[in-house]
């Protein structure tokens, strides 16, 4: 089998639905369905700190069923993480394959060259001073960013941060150039519902947090109509195991004992940017009796929820931004079709660093390897305990599960 492109993709599918799928079939129109699709998926947290809807093997046989090849993982470290750094492991996963060649993404203006050219103002050397400047006035971080670049861009250009898309994939770009990479870039236009968006306008396919919205209302079949059609039939599969939804609320009293029993120096631990956002969160933790209630205690303009919500998920899993690794040590395996198994053995040709089919086999890598898999055995075990059916929380799933071939 034969593949003249391999597309990458950087991805959480929390849950998979039709605007993800959209953009799978607009990489094999566009490049022809010789083209292989591997996936750098979240496991079973994401980006914004939360726990993923659904287990990671749910969402990634999905995937494949869905339309990609092989699905690898993005390790917690980088998954949980602020979107630069969650775009840096994305792309240090595809480069490790040593076989990926683009980068594809959606974003809400679809122009590619616009997004790196936004990239390379955001890493020029003039930048930090003018980010620095519009800081000080006060506002929100991403409003600040987004005039200090448009001192250096063209307006138009510049506006395209304020669209969470076009954002996400500036942060591609950037980890592009930043490691040099050859990817190329190729953009499709988001369809659908915005990101993040929790309504969905009529006509529109919903977004993932209107999914997300809905599961959490009891608005089920809404929600599963909203997902593709493997995602939903598998996201019944797993209601059915006790395994989903997954909710933060489902393990809320555990969260907040956890805040509960932390020092104010274990929050400062947790505060990259070292501005007193700990303070805050430390404050809130000694009264808060819900998630909810211990967020909005702590929110400043400045910052978004997602930051707070991070240092929650971190605190409660045990993570110390200052110890996460520089480099992603494996590439874990979580599904993989047909055409996904010939490109594993390609990779294992010329992948730059081990390929994980077999949780044991971590045992035989370096130590930043193995303590890596340590965490993320632990985190699994924690996530389990947010099933609905707490009698399939059973742990050391991590060691037991290998990926899914279909």
């Not at 998954?79 to 996963?93: H, K, T, Y």
């Not at 510049?158 to 770009?173: D, F, I, M, S």
């Not at 929650?312 to 480099?327: H, I, S, Y």
């Not at 294992?348 to 971590?362: E, G, N």
């Amino acid at each position: 089998m034969i593949f003249l492109r391999v597309t990458g993709i950087i991805t959480e599918y929390n849950p998979l639905h039709r605007g993800h799928v959209h953009l799978l079939e607009e990489v094999r129109r566009l490049l022809g369905e010789d083209t292989a699709v591997v996936c750098a998926m979240s496991g079973d947290f994401v980006q914004r700190g939360d726990l993923a809807v659904l287990r990671r093997q749910s969402r990634a046989a999905a995937a494949v069923r869905s339309g990609a090849d092989l699905v690898l993982e993005l390790p917690l470290p980088w998954a949980a993480a602020p979107a630069e750094r969650f775009a840096d492991g994305g792309v240090q996963v595809l480069l490790g394959t040593g076989v990926a060649d683009i980068l594809a993404f959606g974003s809400e203006c679809g122009d590619g060259a616009a997004l790196r050219r936004l990239a390379a103002v955001l890493l020029s050397a003039e930048f930090p001073a003018l980010l620095k400047e519009e800081l000080a006035r006060g506002d929100s971080f991403a409003a600040a960013r987004q005039r200090a670049a448009g001192r250096l861009a063209s307006p138009e250009e510049a506006a395209l941060l304020a669209r969470p898309n076009n954002t996400l994939g500036v942060e591609y770009c950037k980890a592009l150039l930043r490691r040099s990479a050859p990817l190329e870039v190729l953009t499709v236009p988001r369809r659908g519902a915005a990101h993040d968006q929790k309504g969905t306008p009529p006509g529109e396919n919903a977004s993932a947090a209107a999914i997300r919205a809905l599961l959490r209302q009891g608005r089920r079949q809404e929600a599963l109509g909203g997902m593709a059609p493997a995602m939903a039939e598998i996201c019944r599969a797993e209601e059915a195991a006790g395994r989903a939804p997954v909710f933060l609320e489902t393990c809320e009293r555990a969260v907040l004992a956890r805040l509960r029993t932390m020092e104010e120096a274990d929050f400062a631990a947790l505060d990259q940017g070292r501005e007193g956002l700990y303070r805050r969160l430390y404050r809130a933790s000694r009264s808060a009796v819900s998630a909810e209630e211990l967020l909005a205690a702590a929110k400043t303009k400045r910052y978004p929820y997602a930051r707070l919500r991070r240092m929650v998920l971190w605190a409660c899993l045990g993570l110390r931004p200052e110890d996460f690794p520089e480099t992603v040590p494996y590439l874990r395996v979580l599904a993989a079709n047909e055409r996904g198994r010939t490109l594993l053995g390609r990779m294992r040709k010329s992948a730059s660093v081990p390929i994980l089919t077999k949780p044991a086999t971590v045992n035989r890598l370096g130590r930043e390897a193995r303590e890596l898999f340590a965490l993320e055995a632990r985190a699994a075990d924690l996530y389990a305990l947010a099933y609905p059916d707490l009698s399939a929380a059973g742990g050391g799933s991590l060691w037991r599960e290998g990926p899914v071939m279909i």
